[in-house]
């Protein structure tokens, strides 16, 4: 009789642990990002088309999926609706409450897919998020109900998520790849801290911040052998857009630039800070300033440039190993 009594809950046991496992839901996370065709539409043709060729989604609201998790009580089925969650970040959880106006124009949606395919073939694999979010606007509200809103060509870089707002300009059509690129770029060089910290290093913390002429009191003596102003010998004479280009003939300024890089490189800069007339105000607006030369130049042309200036040169080889080496950019 004690056997029987034995075998009884033995088999009631059995039939619990079916009967149970026949209500738990196996949850495939990757089914529940792949994205599927659909011809009929361009927009989700597009995003199929990315999917397939980058496996990255791409999503134009936060709710992704579904995941069934069991029938109630009257049969009903009961879903886990899984959206995206954005408050995670690289290393912390940022408690941010987020709303979206969602995008909705196919005009609209499709010039999105166009930056993100521009970005995708621009962009080394090590620098793919794990998905894009594409909204109209955004607004992140934090613990103290102070606001944020996110629009008209912003974007964000977030630990699996890149989001961005529409309303582009043409200008920001053609520049938001290389620039996402960047910030995508000085993100990840964050997880190297070895090797951040020594790129820290070779600038002398004082310099930073600093007047160039303060930091080199025969900063202004290259102009006093031309008849250019003084103040025209700062960093602004670096970029193409500069005001005053024209009032140099080809040759002059390059040797105006090459003096004017000798006297900047002695300090390992590559760049001013808000105000020309200052060194970069610390070392992630010097991180910033480095990777943007870096991007826009081959190596070749890189050494070519700046290769007279021992800092420079040494803060780049440290880059170059994150840059090229690790995250796989070509330069």
Same mark, same amino acid.
């Given at each position: 009789?004690?056997?029987?009594?034995?075998?009884?809950?033995?088999?009631?046991?059995?039939?619990?642990?079916?009967?149970?496992?026949?209500?738990?839901?196996?949850?495939?996370?990757?089914?529940?990002?792949?994205?599927?065709?659909?011809?009929?539409?361009?927009?989700?043709? +597009?995003?199929?088309?990315?999917?397939?060729?980058?496996?990255?989604?791409?999503?134009?609201?936060?709710?992704?999926?579904?995941?069934?998790?069991?029938?109630?009580?009257?049969?009903?089925?009961?879903?886990?609706?899984?959206?995206?969650?954005?408050?995670?970040?690289?290393?912390?959880?940022?408690?941010?409450?987020?709303?979206?106006?969602?995008?909705?124009?196919?005009?609209?949606?499709?010039?999105?897919?166009?930056?993100?395919?521009?970005?995708?073939?621009?962009?080394?694999?090590?620098?793919?998020?794990?998905?894009?979010?594409?909204?109209?606007?955004?607004?992140?509200?934090?613990?103290?109900?102070?606001?944020?809103?996110?629009?008209?060509?912003?974007?964000?870089?977030?630990?699996?998520?890149?989001?961005?707002?529409?309303?582009? $300009?043409?200008?920001?059509?053609?520049?938001?790849?290389?620039?996402?690129? +960047?910030?995508?770029?000085?993100?990840?060089?964050?997880?190297?801290?070895?090797?951040?910290?020594?790129?820290?290093?070779?600038?002398? +913390?004082?310099?930073?911040?600093?007047?160039?002429?303060?930091?080199?009191?025969?900063?202004?003596?290259?102009?006093?052998?031309?008849?250019?102003?003084?103040?025209?010998?700062?960093?602004?004479?670096?970029?193409? $857009?500069?005001?005053?280009?024209?009032?140099?003939?080809?040759?002059?300024?390059?040797?105006? +630039?090459?003096?004017?890089?000798?006297?900047?490189?002695?300090?390992?800069?590559?760049?001013?800070?808000?105000?020309?007339?200052?060194?970069?105000?610390?070392?992630?607006?010097?991180?910033?300033?480095?990777?943007?030369?870096?991007?826009?130049?081959?190596?070749?042309?890189?050494?070519?440039?700046?290769?007279?200036?021992?800092?420079?040169?040494?803060?780049?080889?440290?880059?170059?190993?994150?840059?090229?080496?690790?995250?796989?950019?070509?330069?």
């Amino acid at each position: 009789m004690r056997n029987v009594v034995l075998y009884l809950l033995l088999a009631l046991l059995v039939l619990g642990c079916e009967k149970e496992s026949g209500l738990t839901s196996k949850i495939e996370l990757e089914d529940l990002y792949a994205i599927k065709d659909d011809p009929s539409d361009p927009v989700k043709h +597009r995003v199929y088309e990315l999917y397939s060729k980058y496996g990255i989604p791409v999503y134009f609201n936060d709710t992704i999926g579904k995941i069934f998790v069991k029938k109630d009580v009257t049969g009903k089925d009961v879903y886990r609706y899984e959206t995206l969650d954005l408050s995670w970040g690289f290393t912390s959880y940022s408690q941010l409450k987020y709303s979206y106006e969602y995008m909705t124009d196919p005009d609209e949606q499709l010039t999105a897919l166009g930056i993100i395919e521009e970005y995708l073939e621009l962009a080394a694999k090590p620098l793919h998020p794990f998905n894009f979010f594409v909204t109209k606007s955004a607004k992140t509200i934090d613990i103290k109900d102070e606001e944020k809103i996110y629009k008209e060509g912003e974007y964000k870089i977030h630990f699996r998520t890149v989001l961005m707002t529409g309303d582009w $300009t043409e200008s920001q059509i053609t520049s938001l790849p290389n620039e996402m690129m +960047r910030e995508m770029v000085k993100n990840k060089i964050t997880n190297y801290k070895d090797l951040l910290a020594a790129f820290n290093s070779v600038s002398d +913390r004082v310099w930073y911040g600093k007047s160039w002429a303060k930091l080199d009191p025969h900063w202004y003596d290259y102009v006093e052998t031309t008849d250019k102003p003084s103040y025209y010998f700062s960093p602004s004479a670096l970029s193409d $857009t500069w005001y005053a280009i024209n009032e140099f003939e080809p040759e002059e300024l390059e040797e105006f +630039r090459a003096a004017l890089r000798l006297a900047m490189g002695q300090f390992g800069f590559v760049a001013g800070g808000q105000s020309s007339l200052y060194t970069p105000g610390d070392n992630e607006k010097d991180l910033v300033s480095y990777i943007s030369e870096m991007l826009n130049r081959s190596r070749d042309e890189f050494i070519e440039l700046w290769g007279e200036s021992p800092l420079v040169m040494a803060k780049y080889e440290i880059l170059y190993h994150i840059v090229a080496d690790e995250l796989g950019v070509k330069l």
